[in-house]
């Protein structure tokens, strides 16, 4: 059994040993197959990179020679330029030279020239007699003599253009509007005259030591002037409806023939609601004589004392009625408002109501009591544009303000008291006189025109243009006037000689 388990051992060994030296061979077999074939690819490997070295040297000599080509085309190129660059360097330098020669030659022309100019300036001064300033001067002269004509020939263009388009349709308008509204002259005074039917009557209103007039004056608040006029007392006072409530006291007391302090003052109540009453019709007659609706009541009764309201002579109510037709005449001719032109004229003196009883203007006046009762914002400016004091924001406010000037200026609308007439006229010949050239001045036709004698050796035909409308502007500026002031300039030459 033993031997027959170490046989069997020994048999083992002898079978691993052949299979180990089996596997040995087929291993140096595959190491050696492997070295070959890394022998093999590396070989190829080599010849590979071999190849694309050298494919690579061949493409970058090319790219070398392709760029060693261009330096040289650019080289060339350089070259040419710096060859043309010379060549126009030679050429400027030739130019250079012949504009050189050619300066000197102009700079020897013209020191020529100035000489000969110099002695031609020099023949010219003996020829003529004057120096180059007095030749200035006078043609200085020459020239401003030539515009003052050019200047005075425009100013005739223009005026007469403007003339010619604007003349015609205002000539119209206002001449038409002007003989459709009929007035009458100024007659209205600030004193109210009650006529008594004998001397003996004043002694009764007088009183026993003076109480019926003290009494009188005291209700009414106006003066009894009590003199030797015959068979009439004089009744004085600055608020004209409180005057017209007096006067219309007194004659009922004087035909009454009853006067004492109690039927004094009975009279005074009835005559006021009589004057009150009058103040309402008229104010509504003036609404229906104008044309005019939906005027608040506190408004009417304003117009209706604009009855008993004068200014420099001129009934204000009339005056307002006759601007309210005016603008309304002049708003049909041009095709505006007619409605609201002869509202706003009819309103625009409205303050003249109240500036007895109230401090301020007419026109502040009247636009604050108009804007209290909701009138429209055109009549408000009419109002307070009337006088020029702001600007007319309407055609309809240049309607009023154009119909009040032409009412208040009409003949015998107004009267002015001598003094301020004596002054206009003082400071329109104080303004003419004030321009150089005039040797006098005269301001007449009652100052719408002022006559202008100048010296005619200072003042030209060409300059008296510009000398009118000077003086016409200075006025403007100056005055404020009713309507239109013509300004007159006369000029005469006279030659006197004797034979002897």
């Not at 804007?371 to 055109?378: A, G, M, P, Q, V």
């Amino acid at each position: 059994m033993v031997v027959m388990f170490i046989l069997g051992g020994l048999h083992r060994k002898k079978t691993a040993e052949a299979a180990i030296g089996s596997a040995e061979q087929e291993a140096n077999k595959i190491v050696s197959d492997a070295i070959a074939e890394a022998e093999a690819k590396k070989k190829e490997a080599v010849l590979e990179a071999k190849d694309e070295i050298h494919k690579q040297r061949t493409e970058t000599e090319k790219e070398l020679r392709e760029r060693r080509n261009e330096v040289q085309r650019m080289e060339r190129r350089i070259n040419q330029k710096e060859e043309t660059l010379d060549k126009k360097s030679d050429n400027l330098e030739k130019k250079e030279e012949v504009l050189n020669g050619k300066i000197k030659e102009a700079e020897a022309r013209l020191e020529e020239v100035e000489s000969i100019k110099k002695s031609q300036f020099e023949m010219l001064e003996r020829i003529s007699g004057f120096t180059k300033d007095q030749a200035k001067e006078y043609i200085l002269k020459t020239l401003e003599s030539d515009l003052d004509h050019e200047k005075a020939v425009k100013i005739q263009e223009f005026e007469q253009r403007t003339k010619d388009e604007a003349e015609q349709l205002a000539r119209e308008v206002i001449t038409t509007a002007i003989q459709r509204c009929a007035a009458d002259h100024a007659a209205e005074t600030t004193v109210s005259v009650v006529p008594l039917p004998n001397d003996e009557m004043k002694g009764r209103i007088i009183g026993r030591e003076g109480r019926n007039v003290r009494t009188l004056e005291m209700i009414t608040g106006v003066d009894l002037i009590i003199d030797d006029t015959p068979e009439a007392i004089t009744v004085s006072c600055f608020d004209p409806v409180r005057r017209e409530i007096a006067r219309v006291a007194l004659e009922k007391l004087v035909a009454d023939g009853r006067i004492h302090p109690a039927r004094i003052e009975e009279m005074y109540d009835k005559a006021k609601r009589e004057v009150e009453a009058t103040i309402k019709q008229t104010g509504e007659h003036a609404l229906i004589d104008a044309g005019v609706n939906n005027v608040h009541p506190e408004i009417v009764k304003l117009l209706g004392k604009l009855r008993y309201r004068t200014s420099y002579g001129q009934n204000v109510l009339k005056h307002s009625l006759e601007v309210s037709y005016i603008a309304g005449l002049m708003a049909s001719e041009l095709g505006t408002d007619v409605r609201l032109a002869k509202r706003a004229g009819l309103l625009h003196d409205i303050g003249k109501a109240l500036d007895h009883e109230m401090e301020g203007s007419h026109v502040d006046l009247g636009v604050e009591f108009a804007k209290r009762y909701k009138e429209n914002d055109i009549v408000l400016n009419a109002i307070k544009a009337h006088h020029g004091e702001v600007e007319a924001k309407s055609v309809t406010a240049a309607l009023v303000q154009a119909a009040d000037a032409i009412s208040a200026a009409r003949p015998g609308a107004r009267r002015e008291d001598v003094q301020n007439y004596v002054k206009r006229l003082e400071k329109l010949e104080e303004i003419a006189d004030s321009f150089e050239g005039v040797e006098r001045s005269f301001a007449i036709q009652a100052g719408r025109e002022v006559r202008i004698m100048v010296k005619p050796n200072i003042i030209t035909d060409d300059k008296m243009v510009l000398l009118a409308r000077d003086v016409a502007k200075k006025i403007e500026e100056s005055m404020e006037y009713p309507g239109q002031i013509k300004v007159n300039i006369i000029r005469e030459s006279r030659t006197v000689d004797y034979a002897k």
